[in-house]
T-cell receptor, first 114, second 113 residues
Framework: NAGVTQTPKFQVLKTGQSMTLQCAQDMNHEYMSWYRQDPGMGLRLIHYSVGAGITDQGEVPNGYNVSRSTTEDFPLRLLSAAPSQTSVYFC?????????????FGPGTRLTVL | LAKTTQPISMDSYEGQEVNITCSHN???????ITWYQQFPSQGPRFIIQ???TKVTNEVASLFIPADRKSSTLSLPRVSLSDTAVYYC??????????????FGQGTTLQVKP
């Protein structure tokens, strides 16, 4: 299986543009999440989902929307891109939503907002 | 969740054993200690998890003393390809951890030739 896949790998946006980062997993995991990672910092949780139709906010949710219509897909939408959203975005999935459950991460999307 | 403290950075040379210690003074009875590894331009990946004493796999060993207030990730005979950021997470399977997986800054290990 492919694990967690993310598209695109790189993206450049202008301020005010919107876009969707795609994330898919083929491991039948219930829990999926989005993180952003800024230079020299750890990962910060944006949004997460505990199953199809259920989402919740993480540590830094402002400026982002998510939905979970299927178990496999968890897209992240930037509503109106801002330079402060320049970052690397990682999607992750796991069987459970607890710290001890192993998280499987995608390869990341590097986003630049001009 | 238990707060963790680990060094920001470490340097080593190829062939040496590297030990990265994580402090977690307020670890709860049901908490596990989990380590992730993140290579440059990649997402983190799970490397090892333990509850007490010692755990070993093909990548690393994890040493946990009896009081469980700290843990040490041991990488034997590192190579240049072990250059990465290593994250220590502490938490369990209890519902109180729901959706709160937080990665800190981790320890940046630089392996030199």
């Amino acid at each position: 299986n492919a694990g967690v896949t993310q598209t695109p790998k790189f993206q450049v946006l202008k301020t005010g543009q919107s876009m969707t980062l795609q994330c898919a997993q083929d491991m039948n995991h219930e829990y999926m999440s989005w993180y952003r990672q800024d230079p020299g910092m750890g990962l910060r949780l944006i949004h997460y989902s505990v199953g199809a139709g259920i989402t919740d906010q993480g540590e830094v949710p402002n400026g982002y929307n998510v939905s979970r219509s299927t178990t496999e897909d968890f897209p992240l939408r930037l509503l109106s891109a801002a330079p402060s959203q320049t970052s690397v975005y990682f999607c992750a999935s796991s069987y459970g939503l607890r710290v001890a459950d192993t998280q499987y991460f995608g390869p990341g999307t590097r986003l630049t907002v001009l | 969740l238990a707060k963790t403290t680990q060094p920001i950075s470490m340097d080593s040379y190829e062939g040496q054993e590297v030990n990265i210690t994580c402090s977690h003074n307020n670890i709860a009875t049901n908490d596990y200690i989990t380590w992730y590894q993140q290579f440059p331009s990649q997402g983190p990946r799970f490397i090892i998890q333990g509850y007490k004493t010692k755990v070993t796999n093909e990548v690393a060993s994890l040493f946990i003393p009896a009081d469980r207030k700290s843990s040490t990730l041991s990488l034997p005979r590192v190579s240049l390809s072990d250059t990465a950021v290593y994250y220590c997470l502490v938490g369990g399977y209890g519902s109180s951890n729901t959706g709160k997986l937080i990665f800190g800054q981790g320890t940046t290990l630089q392996v030199k030739p």
